[in-house]
């Protein structure tokens, strides 16, 4: 076993030139997933935790330069869930053991704070033994706090990178880093489990700033950590632009794990997207959660943040089963639970 990844499985952390080395060689993703697979089983055992993933509007104020569902795009269909149809996702969710609901959306206005608090009232007092999870950009802490009283127990909201020069080659110059992390510390704040995370080969980006975000990570300390590779989109002006590396981003969940054990590591829509066993490989490196989605099959294809999506045809309960087939034969079991995040014990 290579000696950076012995001690950075023991302390969490290494100093940057051997991150950089552990982030750039190829040679290394065997010994990573090995050691990361040993900390999860530590941490988490076989369990594997599952999301149903809400995607309640693809209206978006904004043009992020990546997303297929960015407000320029005059080719999406545009869509909005109403409230009962995203009962109706829950209640077939909750049936098929699903005790987390990840409302997902573009930053679309009509959703007014009144509006995503009745949704999220209605959900928490019909399944008050769920978790909800908010993922609908940013905003501010009023907002945030409205919505936590409101029953919100978790918010997704990755960093996207952590770099400024970076962030602004991939976002138009209406949105700023600095607003965006400053969100992720308010949502803490204020008593979420916070979720953050990163697109790993987005365009411009090097292995330093995959360093930046891991340093970046170490000051937020997140429950949550979702990473995937970037995905072209055709209708975006990235449409030219390489989608980012399974192997890279596999390495990257496995040295997450070793960084932050005790975190949820999601194994990406993204990563499945990549790669026609992207989850499963995800899981062995280190990620112990899935996101199935639950929207209704009708607007599935609508959200297309990327190309090629996976699972865009089939009913909520196919999903289920097809993902609770793929996680048993890599090795691990999908539990029905909250899920939530293990208190950090330092050993
Ligand atoms: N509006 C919400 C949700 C964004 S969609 C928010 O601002 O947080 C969820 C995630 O999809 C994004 O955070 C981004 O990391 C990812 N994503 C968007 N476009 C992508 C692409 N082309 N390839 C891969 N991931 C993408």
């Known amino acids: 076993m290579n000696e950076s990844i012995v001690r950075l499985t023991q302390t969490r952390d290494l100093p940057d030139g051997e991150l950089l080395a552990l982030i750039s060689g190829p040679e290394w993703e065997a010994d990573l997933a090995q050691a990361a697979d040993a900390q999860r089983r530590k941490w988490y055992g076989t369990d594997v935790y599952v999301r149903g993933l809400i995607e309640f509007t693809n209206y978006c104020k904004n043009d992020c330069y990546y997303c297929g569902i960015r407000k320029s795009n005059g080719k999406a269909d545009r869509y909005r869930l109403t409230e009962e149809q995203i009962l109706g996702c829950c209640r077939q969710g909750w049936t098929l053991g699903f005790r987390t609901f990840v409302l997902q959306g573009g930053e679309d206005p009509w959703y007014t704070d009144e509006r995503i608090c009745r949704i999220v009232r209605a959900i928490k007092g019909e399944f008050p033994a769920c978790a909800v999870t908010l993922s609908i950009g940013e905003k501010e802490r009023e907002s945030y706090a409205a919505y936590r009283a409101a029953g919100a127990d978790r918010y997704l909201l990755r960093h996207e990178t952590a770099s400024d020069d970076h962030y602004q080659m991939l976002h138009p110059a ?63 002006p990235f449409h030219d632009r390489p989608s980012g590396d399974l192997h890279l981003t596999l390495r990257m969940v496995s040295i997450l794990r070793l960084m932050f054990p005790y975190a949820l590591l999601p194994a990406t829509t993204a990563l499945g997207t990549i790669h026609p066993r992207g989850r499963e490989l995800g899981l062995q490196a280190g990620a112990n959660v899935v996101m199935p989605n639950l929207s209704p099959v009708g607007v599935r294809e609508k959200y ?43 050993d």
């Open 174 to 236: 209406s949105l700023s880093l600095k607003h965006r992390k400053n969100c992720l510390f308010t949502l803490k704040e204020l008593g979420y489990q916070v979720g953050s995370g990163f697109m790993v080969g987005s365009p411009g980006q090097r292995p330093e700033h995959l360093l930046a975000d891991l340093r970046f990570l170490q000051r937020l300390q997140p429950a949550m950590i979702g990473i995937g590779p970037y995905i072209t989109h055709p209708d975006t």
């Open 304 to 346: 297309s943040l990327y190309e090629n999506k996976i699972c865009t045809g089939e009913e909520a309960a196919e999903c289920r089963s097809c993902l609770e087939s793929r996680v048993r034969l890599a090795g691990y079991e999908i539990v029905t639970a909250r899920g939530d995040v293990k208190e950090d014990i330092h």
